[in-house]
């Protein structure tokens, strides 16, 4: 796995520092930053979601974000869901992305500050399969009853997400 380099900030967003990726996975300490963007069906009714590939050494083999990715050193939150549109999803249009939300997640294993976007668009997409085994998007029902039983097949990041766009994990 390639060592990227990611900018360290303080909980207010500021850069303080760098630290290379396999630092800034197992040191919660460390706060680093990622983009997110929901990638929502033109009929409004279903959502883009991501399975992540088994070998993910995080929250391996569970449904995420539609995509996800870290800022690279220097980068802006815009550049950096842009970017992983193309790199995840194969994505060539222009996008319009819409700010949704910030949050801070917050675990055992790493602290991100997280930048959510939406987009409107139903592809066409060609997933990157290093990083992703499925997408497909899930109607709301889906998504509610998965979460009425628990919400396992989801990570945490997503269930979090979810509860701000009105749904969540039970």
């Not at 991501?50 to 690279?72: A, E, F, M, N, Y």
């Not at 066409?124 to 085994?133: H, L, T, V």
Request: glycine share 10%; proline share 4%.
């Amino acid at each position: 796995m390639n060592d990227e380099l990611f900018d360290i900030v303080d909980d207010n967003g500021i850069v303080i520092g760098t630290a290379p990726r396999s630092k800034c996975h197992g040191d919660p300490t460390l706060i680093h930053r990622t983009a997110h963007v929901f990638v929502f069906h033109p009929d409004g009714q279903r959502i883009l979601l991501q399975l992540r590939r088994k070998d993910k050494d995080i929250q391996p083999g569970k449904w995420d974000t539609s995509v996800g990715g870290h800022l690279d050193h220097g980068e802006d939150f815009e550049t950096a869901a842009l970017r992983e549109l193309k790199e995840e999803l194969g994505f060539s249009g222009t996008a319009e992305l819409e700010f949704l939300f910030d949050a801070k997640i917050r675990n055992e294993i790493e602290s991100e500050n997280t930048r959510v976007f939406s987009l409107i668009s139903d592809g066409p997409f060609s997933f990157q399969k290093s990083e992703i085994d499925d997408i497909r998007f899930w109607s709301f029902e889906e998504i509610d009853r998965e979460l009425a039983s628990g919400g396992g097949a989801f990570t945490p990041n997503l269930c979090e997400e979810l509860k701000k766009l009105g749904r969540g994990c039970l």
